[in-house]
């Protein structure tokens, strides 16, 4: 099959779909200049993720770990949400997705206007305290000016709201992905490998209650084999023109 009829293909499922999702991964982040942890290149790569990304470690490294984030914090701030961030959010606009169910922690899918985002992963942009007996919390602009920053209600350091290895994933953010998946006739996977679990049980959650499954991506991925449509391509060349399909037809539907 060739893209513009796969491509054709996906926008007739998103036009007849009742309940469509995405579920993006760091590839679409990736496409604005964000570095991926896992894959060629990736920040894992170059890094023990156990000395940064773990509780224990982030304690015991505290200024070389609040270092690090605060550099990704500064990459972040600078990239633009890419033309596939700004389609979802079209596509939301339109009526056709329901939500965003990111793994990613820069909240660019929230820039590019998309309302509904559910984060699995946490947040590089809330702060909160490191002491479990204390429930200071808050949301941040911009990066830190000193590190590590400091609680002002008990003194204690603060960490970026992210999901830490051996960490549970937001129980309110989880909750919330898996009523979605579960009412789900259309999953759009967008740059994910599907290696990083629960995370990665969203698209079979939403293939198990007999909805259907696109994956876009550069590479073939855990989801390339089981979806009704593999689109090897990135999301910000692939993603308009679904959505310059999608527009098209529900035009033409408008206009019968």
């Not at 773990?54 to 505290?62: E, P, R, T």
């Not at 700004?86 to 329901?98: D, N, P």
């Not at 996977?189 to 599907?194: A, D, E, P, W």
Request: hydrophobic share 40%.
């Amino acid at each position: 099959m060739s893209i513009e009829y796969k491509i054709r293909l996906v926008a007739e499922l998103i036009t007849k779909s009742r309940h469509a999702i995405a579920f993006t991964g760091a590839g679409i982040s990736a496409e604005s200049g964000v570095p991926t942890f896992r894959g060629k290149n990736g920040l894992w790569t170059r890094i023990d993720p156990m000395k940064y990304a773990s509780i224990d470690g982030f304690i015991a490294n505290l200024r070389e770990a609040w270092e690090w984030y605060k550099w990704r914090m500064e990459l972040v701030e600078k990239a633009e949400p890419n033309p596939g961030h700004r389609a979802l959010a079209e596509l939301e606009r339109l009526g056709f997705l329901k939500a965003v169910i990111t793994q990613n922690v820069d909240r660019l899918h929230q820039r590019a206007g998309s309302r509904n985002v559910i984060e699995l992963h946490g947040t590089l942009w809330v702060l909160r305290c490191i002491n479990p007996s204390c429930r200071y919390s808050i949301g941040i602009s911009e990066p830190p000016r000193e590190v590590p920053p400091i609680c002002p209600e008990c003194s204690s350091p603060l960490r970026p709201s992210v999901v830490f290895f051996g960490e549970e994933l937001p129980r309110e953010a989880w909750r919330r992905a898996v009523e979605l998946a579960s009412r789900s006739d259309l999953v759009l996977v967008i740059g994910t490998s599907g290696a990083v679990y629960p995370a990665a049980y969203i698209p079979f959650i939403v293939r198990d209650n007999g909805g259907s499954i696109v994956d876009i991506n550069p590479d073939r991925d855990a989801y390339s084999e089981i979806a009704d449509v593999y689109i090897q391509g990135r999301a910000g060349e692939i993603l308009p023109r679904i959505v310059e399909e999608v527009s098209r037809s529900d035009s033409q539907q408008s206009s019968i």
